[in-house]
């Protein structure tokens, strides 16, 4: 629900901006607990997985995710809000 | 190796490398002039943001890898966590920069806090303490690289001339004031510079995907092959693990490089101060992450077979980007790596001594000179020269400081380490920038105190060591303590061990910056302009209804004062085509106009704050405008915090009052059409009536005629002459209504010219001779000589005269009749009174004498004088030509009709209609 605090004076509608925010915010929170302990624990601690080391794998597949979320929350509001 | 160590091949291709670049920024500036901007595309701005790449990623990363795992990746996975934010937090930052014409993150910061100057000079003083060794860093990485290529060694220090260092330092020093002090621009944009930076962060990319494809696919057998042979040492297996102390590190590194994504001076000036397009931060939050996952790829395994191929202890980690291509013979590709580390190099030492010089310039330079020798810079009319030197000394300056501190001290540090030094000291900025945009409650003095604080600890805890390190300071101070108290270890404070250099100084100077911050701003009570500041920052994003910075000037200042003002810093012509441009956007004659408003003074002071930075345009602006600077009343208006609410109920409130303002006035339009309609048929009832009134008398006396043949003659004519009369009010009042009807459907033609209204009365006068002579009623007339000029049409103003002065004669008693005509001017109007000596009009009619077929008077005993409607006409052209008409009397002592008219400047040579 659009309220008054999100209120903002460009062409894009307060709808399409606080969705924007909180699909990145939901890909931030998502990279937070990639890439930070526990989880980082979990693979930190050695081994390979189909001849490539796992905590290498791990980290640049879950970056690549991440890349992967923010381009799909970027490029929703840019298709129906106008975002180039 | 002979082609490429000896003759001129490298510098010649160093040197044609950035000449290119140079027409690129060319190129940039000429089509920004021409407004075809090269680089308004979210891809060329994601590109200026890799900038963040530097040699320290182009070689340091490997090093780091080949040293310590996955630790050099972190520094890439902060930024990208922080582009998550970016929406939020970097989109805010750009539109305040905007709004304010920032021109760095010295004056973002002394902006915020109520233009503060202190602040903007102290943000000023940490960077380019704490950037010194990042720049340092950028030299030894290239001249290094460049030591590789040609063989020499660079262990032993050369002298200064020979020094390869101090020339990429030379070189680097010409090429930043070409690329960022070519001129002064009020908007502080660098577009060629932008556009250059752009193309090096796609060299840096494409060489370095190169080199990685060249190394695991032409050195080894893809990735398998390299991983296999990896496992066969197991001295390596802990480059793929992370343990629980390393996570520490992991972490603190991780949050440290998303702080300093948007605090590094270079990172502020292309993400922000560069930034063409608001909408270009949506692309940039993937695409940039998207490049550091690009560059990173081939990180670890070159790195790897560095180790593996590279006898240990033979070439420096940091170097085996350009080693491994060379030890296999591929000058080419190694020539490329050089150029690829060129582009992360110069890219850096660009834009951030571009950066530095605009903050010392603007932040700290100009501000002392303004205190100190405010009479000598007062008598210089061109000063954006005097700043394009300030500027380029700076850069000089901080390019030859980097290089004695890689050649002092730097060569005891590798490159990750010199440049997590600069991270955390720009990492200091972060707890103000961000509580600047989103706490109003954060004071200047609380961003004093927690930067101050957070500086010192970082200047003891990484500055001190580095210092007792490369031997300038005594070790005994990092082992024991200083003065051997154990717990002021540098590196150990208060007993806190266990944790690797950066960590512990990231956690000790956020602790001190964060608390401090928090609370001396809790502790201590905003100024009226930070209160107005802070409001303008954090709520950037709130549509306002005046320009709350307008409300800051209350003074008065003249326009040529302040194009005068302005043009001294950015050049005349520039300062006037800007104005120029701000009339014509908000309509304004700025020749006509003496007096500017304070919309106008906020804008030249955003010019200015443009060449000069926020704090110096207030000092500037304040000694040409005169007057109390801020309104309380307009600091109390901004402030309430409960503002935005009350406002929204107030939107609220004026939308139902507006819908209840509508429905009265449909009540009101339905109202008046009713009245219309009844009058409509009074008019008809009355005018019917009055028709019947003189042709019944008519009808009377002409039968009278015809049925006594035998009439004496006297009586007959007398007859006759009331026919004629009668007949001459009924031509009268048939003219006079339709005369009124025209004017009422606004049917009339008027002629309006400038008109003498003296000479108009005068014709009046003259038409209504006769009507004295016959009443024998007294005309006094108090005309001045000179003309008086009003715009109107001449015969409707004397059909107004004459309806007046006969209306006069009309009621005056004969004989001891008089009536007084007065002509005056009283300021901008031109007053016509006539008065009479007549019966007077009582109270009640004073307003409605003026209505149509009204008479004063009992009809039904006297007979009526007149068709009631001359009154009624003389009101209708008196307003239509924007004057007024009323009556002033008291009953019994005869009555004065004033008319008012605006009027025209007399002309001097008599122009007015005669």
């Known amino acids: 629900m659009p309220t008054p605090s999100q209120k903002s004076g460009d062409d894009f509608t307060v709808v399409q901006y606080s969705r924007l925010t909180r699909r990145l915010a939901a890909v931030f929170v998502l990279a937070l607990v990639l890439f930070h302990p526990p989880l980082m624990t979990i693979f930190g601690q050695g081994g390979q997985i189909g001849g490539y080391p796992l905590l290498f794998a791990y980290l640049f597949a879950s970056w690549a995710a991440v890349v992967v979320g923010l381009f799909l929350a970027v490029r929703a509001v840019g298709r129906d809000g106008g975002v180039d | 190796m002979a082609a490429l160590t000896d003759g001129w091949l490298i510098p010649t291709a160093a040197i044609a490398y950035l000449s290119l670049l140079f027409g690129i920024a060319y190129v940039g500036d000429r089509r920004a002039e021409q407004g075809r901007s090269l680089i308004n595309s979210p891809y060329v701005y994601a590109l200026s943001i890799a900038v963040y790449c530097t040699s320290w990623t182009f070689y340091g990363s490997v ?69 010194v060794p990042y720049i340092s860093l950028q030299l030894k990485a290239i001249a290094a690289s460049y030591g590789a290529l040609t063989g020499q060694a660079l262990l032993e220090p050369q002298p200064l001339l020979t020094d390869s260092a101090f020339h990429v330092a030379v070189l680097l020093a010409v090429f930043s004031i070409l690329f960022g002090t070519r001129h002064i621009d009020a908007s502080e944009h660098h577009e060629g510079m932008v556009a250059a930076v752009a193309f090096e962060s796609s060299v840096k990319l494409v060489a370095f995907l190169a080199v990685g494809v060249f190394v695991v696919y032409g050195l080894f057998d893809g990735f398998g092959d390299l991983f296999a042979r990896a496992e066969r040492h197991p001295e390596f297996a802990r480059l793929f693990t992370l343990d629980g102390r390393a996570q520490i590190s992991w972490v603190a590194v991780t949050l440290l490089s998303a702080l300093v994504i948007v605090c590094l001076p270079r990172q502020f000036q292309v993400a922000v101060v560069e930034n063409v397009d608001e909408r270009h931060v949506a692309k940039a939050i993937w695409l940039f992450p998207a490049y550091l996952l690009a560059i990173n790829v081939f990180v670890l395994p070159i790195a790897l077979a560095g180790v593996l191929s590279l006898p240990a202890g033979s070439v420096h980690p940091d170097l085996y980007v350009l080693a491994l291509p060379m030890v296999s013979g591929a000058e080419s590709m190694a020539l490329l790596v050089f150029l690829g580390g060129l582009s992360a190099g110069t890219g850096m030492v660009i834009v951030e001594t571009v950066a530095l010089s605009t903050m010392a310039c603007n932040d700290l330079i100009m501000p002392l000179l303004l205190r100190w020798h405010w009479a000598g810079l007062g008598r210089r009319s061109d000063l954006s020269r005097l700043l394009l030197l300030i500027r380029r000394l700076t850069i000089v300056g901080v390019v030859m400081l980097g290089y004695f501190y890689e050649r002092l001290i730097g060569q005891a540090f590798s490159l990750v380490g010199i440049g997590l030094m600069s991270f955390a000291a720009a990492a200091q900025f972060a707890p103000v920038l961000l509580g600047g945009i989103f706490w109003k409650g954060a004071t200047r003095r609380g961003a004093l105190a927690g930067l101050s604080a957070g500086f010192a600890v970082w200047a003891y805890t990484l500055l001190l060591p580095s210092l007792a390190l490369s031997g300038w300071l005594p070790h005994t101070i990092v082992e024991h303590g200083p003065f051997g108290i154990a717990l002021l270890r540098p590196q150990e404070l208060f007993g806190m061990s266990g944790l690797d250099p950066i960590s512990h100084a990231l956690i000790w100077s956020m602790l001190a910056n964060v608390g401090s911050y928090l609370l001396v701003s809790l502790f201590t009570e905003p100024t009226d302009i930070e209160r107005v500041q802070a409001a303008l920052f954090v709520d950037v994003f709130r549509p306002a209804g005046h320009s709350a910075q307008a409300r800051a000037w209350r003074g008065t200042a003249t326009v040529s004062d302040l194009v005068a003002l302005v043009g001294r810093f950015v050049g005349i012509e520039r300062t006037q085509s800007a104005f120029a441009r701000y009339a014509q956007t908000h309509r304004l004659d700025l020749a006509s106009l003496a007096q500017a408003d304070a919309d106008l003074v906020a804008f030249a002071e955003r010019l200015l704050a443009g060449a000069i930075g926020a704090g110096s345009a207030r000092v500037m602006l304040a000694s040409v405008v005169k007057g109390e600077t801020l309104g309380l009343s307009g600091v109390l208006e901004i402030l309430d915090e409960a503002q935005q609410v009350i406002a929204y109920s107030r939107q609220l409130q004026a939308k139902s009052y507006e819908l209840e303002k509508t429905s009265a006035e449909l009540r009101a339009a339905n109202e008046r059409l009713q009245q219309l309609d009844r009058l409509k048929d009074d008019f008809i009832n009355t005018v019917t009536h009055e028709l019947r009134t003189p042709l019944t008398s008519i009808r009377s006396f002409s039968e009278i005629l015809r049925d006594n043949p035998g009439l004496p003659m006297v009586q007959r004519q007398e007859f006759l002459g009331i026919v004629i009369s009668e007949s001459e009010r009924l031509t009268r009042l048939v003219n006079q209504v339709l005369d009124l009807a025209k004017l009422e459907a606004g049917a009339v033609q008027w002629t309006i010219t400038q008109v003498d209204m003296g000479a108009v009365v005068r014709a009046a006068i003259e038409a209504t001779g006769s009507l004295f002579s016959d009443k024998r009623v007294a005309l006094v007339a108090r005309l001045p000589e000179q003309p008086l000029p009003i715009r109107g049409d001449r015969d409707r103003l004397i059909q107004v005269a004459i309806n007046l002065l006969s209306n006069a004669v009309k009621f005056c008693p004969p004989e001891k009749g008089r009536v007084t005509v007065t002509l005056e001017r009283e300021d901008d109007r031109i007053r016509l009174s006539i008065a009479d000596n007549g019966p007077g009009i009582p109270d009640w009619a004073k307003d409605v004498v003026f209505e149509k077929f009204l008479q004063v008077g009992d009809t039904m005993t006297e007979k009526p004088q007149g068709t009631g409607l001359g009154l009624a006409i003389c009101r209708h052209i008196v307003v239509h030509l924007g004057g007024r008409i009323w009556v002033e009397s008291a009953a019994g002592q005869g009555a004065c009709f004033r008319i008012e008219l605006p009027a025209l400047a007399p002309v001097a040579h008599g122009a007015a209609v005669a």
């Open chain 2, 63 to 131: 090093g780091r890898a080949a040293q310590a795992g996955p630790q050099f990746l972190p520094i890439y996975i902060g930024p990208t966590l922080m582009a998550a934010l970016w929406w939020v937090v970097l989109r805010k930052i750009v539109r305040i920069a905007k709004r304010n014409r920032i021109t760095s993150i010295a004056d973002f910061i002394g902006s915020r806090y109520g233009k503060s100057r202190l602040l903007g000079g102290l943000v000023t003083v940490i960077a380019i303490i704490g950037i």
